[in-house]
């Protein structure tokens, strides 16, 4: 069953701005982390956040995540052309290797 | 250190026909998943292994796949006979045995069923 939504689905923005995507999921979780996929390319891990934390960041990545309402948000800040991607969400039910349930992501566009 | 990586990157096969895909996971993560993702749909997890073992298959399609990690480090995906749904993104992801949670993913190989 599909866990992580993402939203919204695409979103287009120019340079220097701020890019928001949220994502949704269902059952309870042990940790939430976010990918991003340039084109043509594999998955690259960005952050993972753990259901004991509210607010994580990384750079110009700032994470949250909110398990009342099982939702999770990424804010990548002043973004760049090379921010161009897919973004995917992806929750572990427990701490142990797992299974990650990925939404279908939030497609990122950054124009110059 | 190297990442994950995956052969081929890219495969066109015919109905009917048997495609292998290998991963070789980063040295020392004991932890093999694979992944895919269908055009259009989300990425879903089909296995994983801890060293030579299937911990879980639960998401494995069918019996026309079948996962193989022999000696605990390299893993090969075969699919026979392969049918147009297979179509795809394979991914292959590893992680150490004690690391909670993050997965490092190699490149994928991109299958095509005609």
């Known amino acids: 069953s599909q866990q992580g939504e993402e939203d919204p689905q695409a979103l287009s923005i120019q340079e220097g701005e701020n890019a928001t995507m949220n994502c949704s999921y269902k059952t309870s979780i042990n940790n939430l982390q976010w990918y991003r996929q340039n084109s043509g390319r594999g998955l690259v891990h960005l952050i993972l956040i753990r259901s004991n934390e509210r607010e994580k960041h990384s750079g110009r990545l700032r994470v949250t995540l909110d398990t009342s309402k099982k939702s999770s948000s990424l804010l990548i800040t002043a973004s760049r052309a090379a921010d161009t991607a897919s973004y995917f969400c992806?929750?572990?039910?427990?701490?142990?290797?797992?299974?990650?349930?990925f939404g279908k992501g939030t497609t990122l566009s950054v124009s110059s | 250190e190297a990442g994950v990586t995956q052969f081929p990157s890219h495969s066109v096969i015919e109905k009917g026909q048997t495609v292998t895909l290998r991963c070789d996971p980063i040295?020392?993560?004991?932890?093999l998943y694979w992944y895919r993702r269908v055009m259009g749909k989300e990425i879903k997890f089909l296995l994983h292994f801890v060293k030579e073992s299937k911990q879980d298959e639960s998401g494995m399609p069918n019996n026309r796949f079948l996962a193989e990690r022999t000696g605990g480090t390299y893993s090969t995906l075969k699919v026979q006979p392969a049918e147009l749904e297979d179509s795809g993104v394979y991914f292959c992801?590893?992680?150490?045995?004690?690391?909670?949670?993050?997965?490092?993913f190699g490149p994928g190989t991109r299958l095509l069923v005609l």
């Open positions: 040295s020392g993560h004991d932890n």
């Open positions: 992806a929750t572990a039910s427990n701490q142990a290797g797992t299974a990650l349930i």
């Open positions: 992801a590893s992680s150490p045995y004690r690391e909670r949670g993050t997965q490092y």
